[in-house]
């Protein structure tokens, strides 16, 4: 079964600070993703990596950067949180090439306050 | 520039009643078009893909269907338990071969 695991559900985070999301997946997949979901907009995607230590932008990086030292690893940093970074954020991963089906974990609840 | 537009955004349905969801969509090459499922705060939940116009994908209640601009997702007799969020997405030569362009969705309601 494939299994994307974000280790944080939910996180209440103060403007200014640091914030670090990390998500783990199992099947040795290559590609993996950041996305964020808010109402009416559907899901956006921040960065993926398709390789460790490769990264590229998507369609919304602005106030984030991400890490992958590791294949299973990705994190998702936001150097300076905001209120308007207030989301749901949701780790994907899928094996390489294009066509292959991206599999989503469970979703970390961000609020900044 | 590629485009994904789902209706309707909401619809309640009875418990048996039949009916179909709507993905229309605008992509310079399709690689995939993909359904997913998605349950009050979680994540999205893989249904199926289809990649060529003609396609048809079936799983228990559920069967996709794909055109050359449309996909459908047709639910026979609901049950309560398929209440949820269906969203489409679509990977065409334009949004890249490792990302997805999703729609908003459609939020389905089953009344017992």
């Known amino acids: 079964d494939v299994k994307v695991t974000q280790s944080s559900r939910y996180l209440v985070k103060r403007t200014g600070e640091k914030v670090f999301l990390e998500c783990v997946q199992d099947?040795?997949?290559?590609?993996m993703f950041w996305y964020r979901q808010d109402p009416g907009l559907g899901l956006r995607l921040i960065y993926f990596s398709y390789d460790v230590k490769m990264k590229e932008k998507g369609d919304i990086p602005e106030g984030y950067s991400v890490s992958r030292e590791k294949k299973e690893r990705f994190s998702l940093i936001l150097e300076s949180a905001s209120t308007n970074q207030t989301s749901m954020y949701l780790c994907?991963?899928?094996?390489?090439?294009?066509?292959?089906?991206?599999?989503f974990g469970e979703g970390s609840w961000l609020t900044v306050v | 520039e590629d485009q994904v537009t789902q209706s309707p955004e909401a619809l309640r349905l009875q418990e048996g009643e039949s009916s179909s969801l709507n993905c229309s969509y605008t992509?310079?090459?399709?690689?995939?078009l993909f359904w997913y499922r998605q349950d009050p705060g979680k994540g999205p939940e893989f249904l199926f893909t289809l990649y060529s116009a003609g396609e048809e994908k079936e799983k228990e209640r559920l069967k996709a269907t794909l055109t050359k601009k449309e996909s459908f997702l047709h639910i026979t007799a609901p049950k309560p338990e398929d209440s949820a969020t269906y969203l489409c997405?679509?990977?065409?030569?334009?949004?890249?071969?490792?990302?997805?362009?999703f729609g908003t969705g459609t939020r389905l309601t089953v009344i017992p």
């Open positions: 992509v310079s090459g399709l690689r995939g």
């Open positions: 994907a991963s899928s094996l390489g090439g294009a066509g292959n089906t991206i599999y």
């Open positions: 997405a679509l990977r065409g030569y334009q949004t890249g071969a490792n990302n997805l362009f």
């Open positions: 099947m040795d997949h290559e590609n």
